[in-house]
C-alpha cells in the first residue's frame, strides 16, 4: 500500500519506552484539539481529544496535554508497543462557527522492539 | 459495530474523465466531512454536510468538485474533467451531532489520475 508520511519528521523509540509527540497549533481562537493515528493504507484512527477549557485528558495508555499560552499540544503514550508505530497527527476547530478541523503536517512514530 | 466505509478504495481514471466517490457513515451520524490528503500530506477540508445540507463547501478546489448527501446519509463526492493535480486520498468521516466534535474516518479511496 501506499506510505504515509514519506518525509515527516520519525520519532523513534524502544519498545516499552514512554513516547511524547509534539504539535503547535496555529489559532488561539481553536477550541478543541484531537489526536489521530494513521497506518499506511487506512484512514485516520481518533487517539484522544481534549476542549480548550481543560489542560490534560488520559485515556488508556495516552495522555493529551494543552498549553494555550504558547499554542501547544502534546500526546504521551506509555509503555510504547510496536503496534503503536505509524504516523501522528494533531487537528484543531480553528472556528466553533465551522466544523472542519485543521491538520498538522504529523510525525511518523517508529517503534524498535 | 460498522464504521465509516469509502468506495471504491482505488480508482485510476484518465485526464478530463469524471469520478464518483461514495461515503457511507456511520448510522445515525448527522454530520459528514469531506478531507482530500496528499502523500505524506495531513488531510485537507473539502466539504461539510448537516444532515442533507452542505453547510460549508470553502474547502472544494475548483468548481469541478461536487459533493451531495440527498437523504442526510450516503454521500456523494464527484470530480469532473480530472487532472493530474486531482491525485490525492479523498477520506470521507462523519461525527455524531451537528457540532461534528469527534469525527470518525473511512479508509480513504486513493484516486490516481493519469
Not at chain 1, 42 to 69: A, C, E
Not at chain 1, 86 to 107: I, N, Q, W
Amino acid at each position: 500500500g501506499e506510505s504515509v508520511g514519506l518525509h515527516l519528521p520519525t520519532l523513534s523509540v524502544q519498545e516499552g519506552d514512554n513516547s511524547i509527540i509534539n504539535c503547535a497549533y496555529s489559532n488561539s481562537a481553536s477550541d478543541y484539539f484531537i489526536w489521530y493515528k494513521q497506518e499506511s493504507g487506512k484512514g485516520p484512527q481518533f487517539i484522544i481529544d481534549i476542549r480548550s477549557n481543560m489542560d490534560k485528558r488520559q485515556g488508556q495508555r495516552v495522555t493529551v496535554l494543552l498549553n494555550k499560552t504558547v499554542k501547544h499540544l502534546s500526546l504521551q503514550i506509555a509503555a510504547t508497543q510496536p503496534g503503536d508505530s505509524a504516523v501522528y497527527f494533531c487537528a484543531e476547530r480553528p472556528d466553533t462557527g465551522r466544523r472542519a478541523l485543521t491538520f498538522g503536517s504529523g510525525t511518523r512514530l517508529q517503534v524498535q522492539p | 459495530g460498522a464504521g465509516v466505509s469509502q468506495s471504491p478504495r482505488y480508482k485510476v481514471a484518465k485526464r478530463g474523465q469524471d469520478v464518483a466517490l461514495r461515503c457511507d457513515p456511520i448510522s445515525g451520524h448527522v454530520s459528514l466531512f469531506w478531507y482530500q490528503q496528499a502523500l505524506g500530506q495531513g488531510p485537507e477540508f473539502l466539504t461539510y454536510f448537516q444532515n442533507e445540507a452542505q453547510l460549508d463547501k470553502s474547502g472544494l478546489p475548483s468548481d469541478r468538485f461536487f459533493a451531495e448527501r440527498p437523504e442526510g446519509s450516503v454521500s456523494t463526492l464527484k470530480i469532473q474533467r480530472t487532472q493530474q493535480e486531482d491525485s490525492a486520498v479523498y477520506l470521507c468521516a462523519s461525527s455524531l451531532g451537528p457540532q461534528g466534535d469527534t469525527q470518525y474516518f473511512g479508509p480513504g479511496t486513493r484516486l490516481t489520475v493519469l
